[in-house]
């Protein structure tokens, strides 16, 4: 793998644990700062050579299987029985293996003057360790540490513990992701009845498998008779040569960090139907039917006064007006500052606030599906800190809403209409009452003309009192026309305010749950876009 596609991994290794801080266990996350820092030290260091260690349990033969590799007994000097207590090294080509060394921190130093293999001049560092299952914890510790340094891992193991469930479980199967640096070599094969060497070998091979090793190679060796040392020799100086190990093991050890972070999981997509249903729950949390009912109920009233029969439509101004009790303007007003007024409504009681926070939980429900417990943590504190905004953010939206119930053009039309009317009946009915009231004051009383001619039933009816009766009438009537219209209207009306008091209450959605909690997704979207190019995957 090249320098740039490494620089490409650790890159996208580093804007994950950028995006992810505060959403992803910090332990996580400091263990991915801690592969791209070995990264950048192990690339600072000496790329010519390959650090290869051999790993394994107590009795497996690690520092007979350094002997034979390297044909002289190097690590005898270093044993105390049972188990080796520090890393040994044997170095070919010391030129620049001092610093890779300190920082592996193995002090114990042998340097070959052999080469590895006959007619190449290889640089190489074989690493002899303490053994992983130690009753001695700082062996241990060493073991792990340098399993997450070298660039090579070789499993050491034998017949007689190559099945045991611990190696596998806590040492061989995390370093699953590995394989392209990895390899499994079954010592003491001597041990063994020649016809089952296969059979282990195969069961070994098994194992690993469900390790996730598939491509891991198994050799079958015995370091004391030399059974399969040529073959571990040819493979390692294969990676030697090669010089790719350390960084397909860095590529490896992103790779490994960011399928382990891949469990945040990715955001599911978001149906229309959820921003549908969190609006009709700020809806009914915003009372948008009972402002809507009130423009109805205002039209209807102020129609009613204007285009009303005047003798008694003047009643209706002693009812309070709907609109005007909620503090809310017939329309647009002029120097009506909508950012600051708020309505007379009464605040949000404990339903209204149940109906808001189903909504805008069953939002957040919907909106952290397939994402891990501290992405979905994030998305409800933003639904949280929505609901403690919305009760005020509700109310000005509504205050801003342009209800739409002014006044109609056919109101003055009506209303001259009516008043026409009964200056006509007042007119008749002066009339009627002047033969009877002129003589009591000794004046000759007129005479009351009557309608003739006209060849309908009004033929000799008192022109005056049909004016009275025709004013009368046709106040009444229109009257009855205007509260028909009105109420059509103001229907209308209320329907219209409806639509327009839940685009006001949707534009609150949007800004205060919407939006806040769709930017903590594409958030996690991005995190999970970095983590795909981390892992060496398009997404």
């Not at 390790?211 to 370091?223: F, I, K, N, Y």
């Not at 009816?461 to 103001?490: E, R, S």
């Amino acid at each position: 793998m090249s320098e740039t596609s490494i620089d490409q991994l650790l890159g996208a290794l580093s804007e994950a644990a950028e995006l992810g801080a505060g959403r992803v266990p910090t332990d996580e996350l400091e263990q991915a700062r801690r592969v791209a820092e070995r990264a950048g030290e192990r690339r600072a260091l000496s790329s010519e050579h390959t650090v290869v260690g051999f790993f394994g349990a107590t009795g497996s033969g690690k520092s007979s299987l350094m002997n034979a590799l390297a044909g002289e007994p190097i690590a005898r000097t270093h044993v105390r029985r049972p188990t080796t207590s520090v890393p040994l090294a044997a170095v070919w080509n010391a030129r620049g293996a001092s610093a890779l060394l300190d920082w592996l921190q193995v002090s114990e130093r042998r340097v070959m003057e052999q080469p590895f293999v006959a007619g190449q001049d290889l640089s190489l560092i074989l690493l002899d360790l303490p053994d992983f299952d130690s009753v001695a914890l700082e062996h241990r510790a060493i073991a792990e540490r340098l399993a997450g340094q070298v660039d090579v891992l070789v499993w050491v193991v034998d017949p007689q513990k190559y099945a045991d469930a611990v190696i596998h479980r806590d040492f061989i199967a995390p370093l699953a992701t590995h394989a392209s640096v990895t390899a499994a070599v079954l010592n003491q094969v001597d041990r063994l009845p020649a016809g089952e060497v296969g059979q282990v070998v195969d069961s070994l091979r098994g194992l690993l498998r469900r390790d996730g090793l598939e491509r891991a190679q198994v050799l079958p060796v015995s370091a004391t008779e030399g059974t399969g040392i040529d073959a571990l020799r040819a493979l390692i100086a294969r990676f030697a040569a090669e010089r790719k190990a350390a960084s397909q093991r860095l590529a490896a050890d992103v790779q490994s960090i960011a399928r382990r972070l891949e469990a945040a999981g990715v955001p599911g997509k978001l149906r229309g139907a959820d921003v549908q249903e969190l609006e009709r729950g700020l809806s009914r949390a915003a009372n948008v039917d009972a402002v809507a009912r009130a423009v109805a109920g205002s039209y209807r009233k102020r129609a009613g006064q204007v285009t009303g029969w005047p003798v008694t439509a003047w009643l209706l101004r002693l009812a309070p007006d709907p609109l005007r009790r909620l503090h809310l303007a017939f329309g647009r007003e002029r120097g009506r500052d909508a950012e600051v007024h708020r309505t007379g409504m009464p605040p949000m009681n404990a339903a209204q606030r149940a109906q808001a926070g189903l909504a805008v939980r069953a939002y957040a429900d919907s909106a952290a599906a397939g994402l891990g417990a501290g992405w979905a943590a994030a998305i409800h504190e933003h639904a949280a800190d929505a609901l403690e905004s919305l009760p005020s953010e509700l109310d000005r939206a509504v205050a801003r809403t342009d209800l739409g119930a002014r006044a109609s053009w056919w109101w003055p039309l009506l209303a001259a209409i009516q008043w026409l009317a009964l200056i006509t009946a007042v007119i008749g009915g002066v009339w009627l009452l002047l033969p009877i009231l002129l003589p009591l004051w000794g004046m000759v009383a007129p005479v009351i003309p009557q309608a003739e001619g006209t060849e309908t039933w009004l033929d000799g009816w008192p022109i005056p009192f049909v004016g009275l009766l025709g004013g009368v009438l046709v106040g009444i009537v229109l009257g009855l026309i205007g509260a028909a219209v009105g109420g059509a209207v103001g229907a209308a009306r209320r329907s219209r305010a409806r639509r327009r008091l839940r685009k006001q209450v949707g534009a609150v959605a949007r800004e205060s749950v919407v939006l806040p909690i769709e930017g903590e997704r594409e958030r996690a979207r991005e995190f999970a876009v970095a983590l795909a190019r981390a892992a060496g995957r398009k997404r």
